[in-house]
């Protein structure tokens, strides 16, 4: 009986592990274009401009994460692909969140558990995007999903490493500002158990030297006391409403499951803890309205927590019947919500149109013959398109514009850059007469319109160009666009998951 329980728990592994695999490879293709804005930075910092937008601009922090922007800096001295470093970091760390959930949730509910744990991570098809998005996601979804371990572990009586529960809050503050919340009542669990320890006291002390260090060089060198991005995307309480009428029924079964840790006086705390994890990770969301939530995004970032309790949930019911039917709903239910979330057939799709229309721009822009003082470029979608030109950027949304950031008036501001390319986003294959707050008119007057770049159903990029240049810029971008357009799901345009998984069965020889 003990030699079949290790080969049973190595087969649902193994199982787990082929899912996970197979998960990965058919989101493999997509990259998000926010992460090249993160890219951008590394490369800014590698080259020893130091973490700017632009080499020669006022410091701008127009992203959230900088312990991954750090991360990608020194694979962009080495000269490696950074959306590849980025997916095979994810995809490392992914895994480690499976680990931890098995193991967690085996240890206090056996094998049903750690298959409701560890199998509505892997089942919920968002997981996989996440980890092939390029952003730092996955990896703060880790951190706080260990930094709920080791409270629970706190609870249980199990020792705990001093220095670790600390340098958790610290890595979960670099990676996202709002981190330190997501990680602080597990940290409280801990410290309260071992503040009596001098090595404890001395770890706390350290790590909140090395925090306050860090957020006043941020403050002084950028300017403001949070990122560039927050005074852009924040702050909105209906948004934050609507945020949380349409998380919450995602994850139900899971979120019943893990409540229900507090109905049993064995497992309170326990819950008590976890919920504790998950509303502070989510009070951001929920008061602001985070944009750019594909998938869910803000929310996977407590989602291994609310699996790790959905699997504890499970925790000594003796009846079969009853471990059954609370390990089924919530299987059934994560992967058929993360199938059949809003967004998927975009997101599916995503990688081969923004190959065709930003990537293309971008490295159009790189090749044509336009003199380095000319190399100045405005535009909504910042990510891509500046990162491959490498020109330097007007960012008129404002993720990496402080003026606009703060009010200023994106038209007047282009206006008076005069960048030589400005590039529209538009529904149609006309330029639009607004976009953005910015008035392409008034923007870009006696512009040259070089190129109409098709990415998928009602989305265009309008390539406008000083005419001094248009004819350079015309070439450049029009062959690298026509090369990428025939290359990337030639002639389609349409937003469906049949389209992603024509793409899949391309690439399996005999389907």
Not at 99 to 122: F, N
Not at 268 to 278: M, S
Not at 399 to 425: F, K, Q
Request: aromatic share 12%.
């Amino acid at each position: 009986m003990t030699a079949a329980r290790p080969s049973r728990r190595l087969i649902i592994a193994g199982c787990l592990v082929g899912v996970f695999l197979v998960g990965t490879w058919a989101a493999w293709f997509f990259t998000i274009d926010d992460a090249w804005i993160t890219f951008r930075y590394s490369a800014n910092l590698a080259d020893g401009h130091g973490p700017v937008w632009n080499p020669s601009g006022d410091p701008v922090e127009g992203f959230t994460n900088f312990a991954w922007m750090l991360w990608h800096a020194p694979f962009a001295w080495l000269g490696l692909d950074l959306p590849t470093v980025a997916k095979f970091t994810s995809f490392a760390i992914g895994l480690g969140i499976l680990g931890m959930l098995l193991r967690a949730a085996h240890r206090a509910a056996g094998i049903p558990g750690a298959l409701v744990a560890a199998g509505c991570y892997v089942l919920f098809l968002p997981t996989y995007f996440h980890i092939t998005a390029g952003l730092e996601t996955v990896a703060f979804a880790a951190v706080v999903l260990r930094s709920a371990i080791i409270g629970v572990r706190v609870l249980g009586g199990r020792p705990v490493r001093d220095w670790e529960p600390p340098v958790l809050v610290l890595v979960a503050g670099m990676l996202r500002p709002e981190g330190v919340l997501a990680a602080l009542p597990a940290f409280g669990v801990w410290f309260w158990r071992a503040r009596r320890r001098r090595a404890a006291r001395w770890w706390v002390l350290g790590v909140l030297a090395a925090g306050a260090g860090y957020f006043l060089w941020r403050w002084s060198y950028y300017g403001y006391p949070l990122p560039n991005t927050f005074y852009v995307k924040f702050g909105n309480l209906g948004a934050g409403l609507t945020w949380v009428l349409e998380t919450g029924p995602l994850f139900v079964p899971l979120i019943l499951l893990t409540l229900s840790l507090l109905v049993r006086g064995t497992t309170r705390p326990v819950g008590g803890l976890l919920c504790a994890v998950v509303a502070a990770t989510y009070l951001t969301y929920a008061v602001s309205g985070p944009s750019m939530d594909y998938l869910h995004r803000f929310a996977f970032h407590a989602f291994p927590v609310l699996c790790l309790g959905g699997g504890l949930a499970l925790t000594g019911i003796a009846r079969r019947g009853l471990v059954a039917g609370m390990a089924v709903v919530p299987l059934l239910w994560t992967a058929v919500a993360g199938a059949t979330t809003a967004g998927l057939p975009v997101v599916a799709n995503y990688g081969p149109d923004l190959r065709r229309a930003h990537v293309a721009i971008g490295e159009g822009l790189d090749v044509a013959r336009v003199p380095d003082e000319f190399r100045t470029l405005a535009v909504s979608d910042a990510g891509a398109i500046p990162y491959y030109s490498g020109w330097r950027s007007v960012d008129y949304i404002g993720l990496n514009n402080e003026a606009i950031a703060h009010g200023a008036d994106p038209t007047s501001l282009v206006r008076a850059a005069r960048p030589t390319v400005l590039v529209v986003t538009s529904g149609t294959p006309r330029v639009p007469d607004a976009k953005y707050g910015l008035r392409v008119s008034e923007a870009a007057p006696g512009y040259a319109h070089v190129a109409a770049v098709h990415m998928r159903a009602d989305y265009w990029q309008h390539v406008l160009v000083r005419p001094e240049w248009a004819d350079q810029v015309r070439s450049a971008v029009g062959g690298t666009v026509h090369a990428a357009q025939r290359k990337y799901d030639p002639g389609r345009y349409e937003l469906t998951i049949d389209r992603w998984l024509d793409r899949l069965r391309g690439q399996l020889p005999g389907l």
